[in-house]
């Protein structure tokens, strides 16, 4: 079957850095995607990564390990804005977007 | 600014009344998505058009149906809606001739509920 495992729920501080996993078995693999969705309003693409590594981008960084079918997404110099859900999805054999459940993220001050 | 806008933002409709849900995009893209999103959960795709070519989820009840009239404009129409399809409807666009891997654009969503 296809899956995708990412925590419910992580608590970070103001300031800090913060890395939420990603572990996903899919039939076949086109690459992995991470939305941004704040309380009540629609996801807003943050990286999409194919190949293994690390794309980064401001404060935002994503990982991605296709032997391992991990990926993570660190986001460095917290904000309080930053504290949304973060949605990671695998794009799979037929090119469809398989989903996780969302990490919410609490920033405290 | 070129975007997806969905119609209404929230949505109330009575156990069983025919309700329609709209969303158009100015961006031409040429791949159009419905999910429904319940809270704390993935999105579940619904279906999808790929130009007039219309995808059905296996799974997607027969409830659901979309009609996509041309390229800026898609439908959603829930012929009976339960209790249990009280949720957060999102449209999504993707423009599949730059690549089969471009980022899905998202509307902001109807929130429906159901009375």
């Known amino acids: 079957g296809q899956n995708i495992d990412q925590p419910t729920e992580m608590t970070a501080t103001e300031g800090a850095i913060v890395q939420i996993n990603c572990t996903y078995q899919?039939?076949?693999?086109?690459?992995l995607f991470w939305y941004q969705q704040h309380a009540g309003e629609a996801p807003t693409f943050l990286s999409y990564n194919v190949l293994d590594g690390l794309e980064e981008k401001g404060r935002f960084s994503s990982f991605l390990s296709r032997s391992k079918g991990y990926s993570y997404l660190l986001l460095k110099e917290l904000q309080m804005k930053d504290s949304a859900s973060y949605l990671c999805?695998?794009?799979?054999?037929?090119?469809?977007?398989?989903w996780g459940a969302g990490t919410k993220l609490i920033i405290k001050p | 600014d070129a975007m997806v806008i969905q119609n209404p933002r929230y949505q109330v409709t009575q156990f069983g009344k025919p309700v329609t849900l709209s969303c158009s995009q100015t961006l031409n893209h040429n791949v159009m998505y419905w999910y429904q999103q319940k809270s704390s959960q993935a999105p579940k795709l619904l279906f999808h058009?790929?130009?007039?070519?219309?995808?059905n989820e296996a799974d997607t009840p027969d409830n659901f149906q979309s009609r996509r009239p041309n390229t800026s404009f898609c439908f959603l129409d829930i012929r009976s809606p339960g209790l249990g399809d009280a949720a957060m409807y999102l449209c999504?666009?993707?423009?599949?001739?730059?690549?089969?891997?471009?980022?899905?654009?998202f509307g902001d969503g109807t929130r429906l509920s159901i009375l």
């Open positions: 899919t039939s076949g693999f086109n690459g």
């Open positions: 058009y790929y130009d007039k070519d219309f995808n």
């Open positions: 999805a695998s794009v799979d054999s037929n090119y469809q977007l398989i």
């Open positions: 999504a666009t993707s423009n599949s001739t730059d690549g089969y891997n471009q980022p899905q654009h």
